[in-house]
């Protein structure tokens, strides 16, 4: 092999972060770099297209060629995360744009399209290394990110070593330093400082640096928590604790909502006592992300437990039921749905709005009984001012169930003085709403355009008009 010299440059990226890159052209000579990735998480998420745009854009990654997000409006699915599968079917770079295809006539169908998402592979930290690396202060703290320009996050660690090994010499690699991880080596840091000048008094030395010390462990963790990176919390933690800096509220805060992502019931619960152990009480919010993470796992007792838990401050708020209501609603566990709605104090139901009082409607719109469904009437009737097209929707559809076809009308009636269109899942509703005690034109009108919308041609569904509207027409001439 050819061997060059190699060649190191530091500085801060410029775009914005802050970060400290470390740019070195290897010449191919033993460098004592060795890598490492903490253990991937296997929680995944499953999110469904239903009426409303997916609202998400997909990619193939350059390096690895997996499928990924390049762009979200999604507060479930983030920026860089793997599509694993979509209606139970693997997706590749080579299947993508034809199961797309096929997924959007399907959706025209069936507006409920299960998508995974799995969260991008961790960082690529280095683990050792020496030489002009080791210099100029890269360590444990620095991600590499790329190799000869490509991005290697996505890359299997087997084939991370293959691209490095078979690149041409030189190669680039750029090691990275984030805004976050250089706050945790000043803590570092200071905790070391603090070990060489025993002889001064410990709470001196808290004192002077408290003003910089909450800065830096807020950033630090809310660093790892956009990077994902479990471990480093647990880090932080630990740091903290030596150095005897009492976190707050809101540091215990982000330790919970991470957590929360993670998946982790056990580790969140842990952070809960160990609050209360420093003297700390559980608000509104750390509650919001307990509830979030049981409802993750289904944890439905678990559930119950903390829903019934009062706050010191005695003030019970809506957002941990919205919590419970939106994980359950998004996985279709419409009993779930309406079990956190029973328990929803009556004070705190005028405070449902959007879409969490729309999942609510459509949990019972779905239930069985005729006297569940028309609790979805009641609840609209109720919130009517707050009701959106979904809700509409939904009691368009519980009215038709249960034979309201007039009352139904109404309904559709007021939906066109407020200008509202119906969902596509409300079409069928309508449709035989107006066919049954409308105007069976109008339900033509209102299939055709369905059929524009959908760009499809569902000739059978106006047939089939067509015969409800003759049958009609017989039966009106005969009791003339």
């Known amino acids: 092999m ?12 410029n775009d914005g972060s802050d970060d400290l890159v470390v740019r070195y052209q290897w010449g191919g000579e033993a460098i004592g770099l060795e890598l490492m990735r903490e253990t991937a998480s296997n929680v995944v998420r499953t999110v469904h297209w239903r009426e ?32 694993v599968e979509a209606q139970g079917e693997l ?62 996050r996505y890359l299997e660690m087997r084939e991370l070593q293959v691209l490095i090994r078979n690149s041409p010499k030189p190669c680039t690699m750029a090691f990275v330093q984030s805004k976050g991880h250089q706050f945790y080596s000043a803590l ?51 740091c903290v604790e030596t ?27 842990s952070t809960r006592d160990m609050m209360q152990e420093n ?33 010191p401050s005695g003030q019970v708020s809506v957002n ?3 919590s419970a209501i939106s994980a359950y609603g998004n996985a279709n566990h419409w009993p779930k749905v309406l079990g956190v709605y029973g328990m929803l104090p009556e004070n705190l139901h005028a405070e449902l709005k959007g879409w969490h009082l729309g999942a609510v409607t459509t949990a019972y719109t779905k239930a069985d009984s005729k006297e569940l469904k028309l609790q979805a009437v009641d609840i609209f009737n109720k919130h009517k001012a707050k009701a959106t097209m979904f809700a509409y929707g939904d009691v368009v559809t519980a009215l038709v169930e249960t034979d309201q076809f007039d009352a139904a009308l109404e309904i559709i009636k007021d939906m066109k003085n407020h200008g509202i ?31 524009a919308r959908m760009e499809d041609s569902p000739e059978r569904f106006l047939d089939i008009i067509q015969f409800y509207a003759d049958r009609r027409q017989s039966e009106e001439v005969k009791q003339e």
């Open 188 to 238: 570092q840091n200071q905790e070391q400082e603090q070990r060489r000048q025993r002889q001064i008094p410990s709470q001196l030395m808290v004192k002077d640096a408290k003003p910089h010390e909450d800065r830096a462990i807020e950033t630090a963790l809310s660093a790892a928590l956009n990077f994902k990176l479990f471990q480093l919390v647990l880090d932080i933690v630990k």
């Open 279 to 311: 003297g700390l009480v559980l608000t509104d919010d750390g509650l919001y992300w307990l509830v979030h993470c049981a409802c993750k796992l289904d944890l439905w007792e678990l559930v119950q437990e903390l829903l019934a838990h009062t706050i």
């Open 91 to 152: 997706i590749t770079e080579y299947n993508l744009a034809e199961r797309l295809a096929m997924l959007k006539k399907q959706h025209a169908l069936n507006p409920d399209i299960p998508f995974v998402f799995a969260p991008p592979p961790s960082p690529v930290f280095v683990k050792k290394c020496a030489g002009e690396l080791n210099d100029v202060g890269v360590d444990s703290s620095f991600e590499l990110r790329y190799v000869n320009g490509r991005v290697v």
């Open 320 to 322: 941990a039921y919205n």
């Open 2 to 13: 050819d061997r060059r010299s190699s060649t190191c440059a530091s500085f801060v990226s």
């Open 52 to 83: 409303d745009p997916l609202g998400v854009t997909l990619g193939v990654e350059e390096t690895s060629r997996r499928v990924f997000v390049t762009r979200s409006s999604r507060p479930d699915v983030q920026v860089g995360d793997v599509l």
């Open 421 to 451: 269109t119906s969902r596509k899942s409300a079409y069928r509703a309508v449709t035989l709403a107006l066919i049954c005690h409308g105007s069976a034109q109008e339900a033509k009108e209102l299939l055709e355009e369905f059929i």
């Open 243 to 269: 150095m005897d800096i009492k976190l707050t509220v809101e540091h215990y805060h982000f330790v919970l909502k991470i957590y929360a992502w993670a998946g982790d019931m056990q580790a969140a619960l």
